[in-house]
């Protein structure tokens, strides 16, 4: 039941790429790849923060992920890995952690009372760092798979079954 | 040739490049990929060029064979307006350019035609947008009552921005005019019903607005090497989350929350 749960949430992260994507005007061919990398990169996330993961490392994996596939895509539609990888990450965006440091943020600069202060001080900082981490995190990820390929270009990345990376120039 | 036709020939390179590296930057790809693409379409044609890229304005310099500047010229960016069909096209025509020795009246005219594409139609990006607005609302665990309230504060939100973008507000401002409307409208759920929480709609009903081309960007540029730009293009991302967050106060505000 749990996981059914899971994956009804892959919907919604792949109706939120999509919806990005469109915001952002990428071509219609490559639409549905921005579902499905939306959709599985989620799935990794919420997958991994259900089984007691870290946030920030399970934002990791999920944009991780998303990089990856973002190379086979751009293959195979003829686009840049970023005009998927960047639709497909933005639902990971920690919405609810950024909008608690804003509140803390604001009782902060507010009348404070002496007796609470310190915890919203940590409240806020805490999650100031989870928005801070897990946005880094999901740039990380999607950058990831040119900085291990040492690649100017994703179009010399050829995956091969093998599983290694192959220079075409090796060719 | 004459002298006379290659300098002319060099002038039009000269200055499709620097279109090109406009057309990217205001599209929002990240300073390395402009840097690459302009490379390889002036290698393709025998020629190598150096660009200074900062956030409006690009200087580019042609430099022949002999290690003399042919061409050097200083330009400003339109004002940037996220368009993956540009960045994409711009892309896919580079590899062409090297692929099949394009000459320089067909880059101009595939320029052209990229210009031209439409975008997607204004109700199915409001439409979408709305969609993606409800579904950050499921996923930070809202009900189908707040989906809808959502739904609708983020399809109005964009509406407004889009006007307000046209009517040439300064864009921070658009922001700022899209997250007091959109938070205004799913703040009335908040006030009128009590009995239930709606905080995750409050707080997911500006998420349509969040810079992240410009964060991702910034991330990528520094990580590459270019610091500067990757600073600036943070702090445009950190004004626009400021816009945001100022929306939303002013409609708490309103609302006595």
């Known amino acids: ?171 | 040739m004459s002298d006379h036709q290659k300098n002319n020939n060099i002038n039009e390179l000269g200055t499709t490049l620097l279109h090109i590296a406009l057309l990217l930057m205001a599209s929002g790809a990240s300073s390395e990929r402009v840097r690459n693409t302009v490379d390889r379409i002036s290698n393709a044609f025998g020629y190598t060029t150096y660009m200074l890229i900062s956030q409006r304005t690009l200087l580019l310099s042609v430099y022949n064979d002999a290690g003399e500047c042919i061409f050097n010229s200083l330009k400003r960016t339109s004002a940037h307006g996220i368009n993956f069909k540009m960045v994409s096209g711009i892309s896919r025509m580079s590899w062409l350019v090297v692929e099949e020795k394009w000459t320089i009246e067909k880059i101009k005219e595939d320029i052209a035609r990229l210009c031209a594409l439409p975008h997607y139609p204004r109700m199915v990006v409001l439409l979408l947008t709305a969609l993606a607005g409800s579904s950050f609302c499921r996923l930070a665990g809202g009900s189908a009552l707040d989906m809808a309230m959502v739904f609708a504060g983020t399809m109005a939100g964009l509406f407004i921005r889009q006007e307000a973008a046209k009517k040439r507000f300064n864009p921070y401002m658009c922001v700022y005019f899209a997250a007091l409307t959109s938070s205004l409208i799913v703040g009335s759920l908040v006030k009128l019903d009590h009995q239930v929480n709606h905080e995750f709609a409050f707080a997911t009903s500006v998420l349509f607005l969040i810079p992240g081309v410009p964060l991702i960007n910034a991330f990528s540029d520094m990580i590459d090497g270019n610091l500067q730009n990757g600073i600036i293009r943070g702090l445009n991302g950190f004004i626009i989350s400021f816009a945001i967050a100022l929306g939303l106060l002013t409609s708490m505000a309103i609302y006595r929350f």
């Open chain 1, 1 to 171: 039941m749990e996981w059914l749960q899971l994956s009804e949430k892959c919907i919604w992260f792949g109706c939120a790429a999509v919806g990005f994507a469109v915001l952002f005007n990428v071509p219609v061919r490559t639409l549905f790849p921005i579902f499905i990398m939306g959709a599985l990169g989620g799935l990794t996330k919420v997958a991994l923060v259900h089984l007691e993961v870290n946030v920030i490392i399970a934002s990791l994996a999920g944009s991780t992920l998303i990089g990856f596939l973002g190379i086979p895509f751009a293959h195979n539609k003829h686009a840049p890995p970023p005009v998927f990888c960047i639709p497909a990450v933005i639902p990971m965006v920690p919405g609810i952690f950024a909008y608690r440091m804003m509140l803390g943020l604001i009782k902060i600069a507010g009348d404070i009372d002496k007796a609470t202060s310190v915890q919203i001080l940590s409240e806020t900082i805490h999650n100031g760092l989870k928005v801070m981490f897990i946005l880094m995190t999901l740039a990380a990820g999607v950058g990831l798979p040119m900085l291990i390929t040492r690649k100017d270009s994703a179009k010399d990345i050829r995956f091969r079954k093998t599983g290694k990376f192959i220079d075409d120039s090796m060719e």
